[in-house]
């Protein structure tokens, strides 16, 4: 399928920035983002949203707690665990509040955000052990989450979607919470430039195979680090007994191959897994939840299945 056309315009306006990767700051391209952000209406309106900071391994861990509207104050609700996106160098949880207000609504779920440490200030594994404390953190306080402590979910978009999966590992191999979903959205999943799509979109789709190096680089002390099984969860020596697994890809996105790739992987070991291509579409396509209706129905899409394999349990 073609690219959808409503984002030739976003793509052009992005090329006009002309980001110079090799002289790109952090903190310069955290502002950027932040004023890139597609403007949005009024947002999703929510039972609740709290702001709140918990332990985490380098002293308080700032999360964000959304309950969705419409459901009785006893219902135990599903709880989803959600790691932003934005190559472990930037995103907050202001970056993906519509993202988050989104998949708590559509599934009908209690969503805790987390504002891991970013990279380069905190290497690799700072973020990912922030990740799964607040993972345990949300597992042990469902009780007071009013959620089902049968149905945790992991998820997280792009880096997210990779703390999600290395999260889920951990918890396998620490003996940690009993994940019941993950739900990894255009995953960063290998540490490999070379698949059929990085060489396919290696630019000219807002996320190119140059930025991706230079994320990489950020987030690992040394790039050997990259062969770590919690850096790149598809080379772990066994994914038996990881949770099931929802994992949506987008055609035009250098990720799109290790992400099914991971897909397949965990299928061979006897993980359920659906893997979903979402074609026409771009890497972060999330964020266009207002401004690209095909967007839009890949982002319903997605919360369906995740509620459908939450229902019944």
């Given amino acids: 399928m073609a690219l959808d056309p409503d984002y030739q315009p976003i793509i052009d306006e992005m090329a006009l920035a002309q980001l110079d990767v090799e002289a790109v700051r952090p903190a310069e391209l955290r502002e950027l983002m932040k004023a890139a952000r597609p403007v949005t209406s009024e947002p999703r309106a929510m039972a609740s949203v709290e702001n709140c900071a918990i332990d985490g391994p380098a002293g308080p861990l700032p999360v964000r707690i959304y309950r969705p509207t419409g459901h009785e104050a006893d219902a135990l609700l599903p709880l989803i665990v959600f790691f932003h996106g934005g190559g472990w160098v930037i995103g907050d949880l202001d970056t993906h509040d519509p993202v988050c207000r989104t998949l708590s609504t559509l599934t009908g779920s209690v969503l805790v955000s987390v504002d891991y440490r970013l990279s380069p200030e905190s290497k690799f594994p700072a973020a990912l052990e922030d990740c799964y404390a607040a993972t345990e953190w949300a597992a042990s ?9 049968r149905r945790i979910v992991v998820a997280g978009d792009s880096a997210g979607g990779n703390l999600a999966a290395a999260v889920a590992l951990m918890a396998l191999d620490r003996g940690g919470p009993a994940l019941h979903h993950q739900l990894l959205i255009y995953p960063v999943i290998e540490h490999d430039f070379d698949t059929v799509s990085y060489r396919e979109f290696a630019q000219g789709y807002l996320l190119g195979r140059e930025m991706m190096i230079w994320f990489w680089g950020q987030y690992l002390e040394r790039p050997e680090h990259g062969k770590n099984p919690l850096a790149a969860p598809i080379r772990a020596d066994s994914h038996v007994g990881l949770p099931a697994a929802t994992i949506v890809t987008a055609e035009f996105d250098p990720l799109r191959d290790e992400g099914e790739s991971y897909g397949r992987r965990l299928i061979e070991s006897g993980v359920e897994v659906e893997i979903v291509r979402e074609a026409g579409q771009i890497h972060g396509f999330f964020a266009f939840e207002e401004i690209v ?21």
Avoid: H, K, V, Y
Wanted: hydrophobic residues 35%; glycine residues 10%.
């Fill in 293 to 313: 209706p095909s967007a839009n129905r890949a982002i319903i899409a997605t919360c369906e299945r995740l509620r459908e394999a939450l229902q019944g349990d």
């Fill in 141 to 149: 306080s469902t009780g007071e989450l009013g959620a089902d402590p």
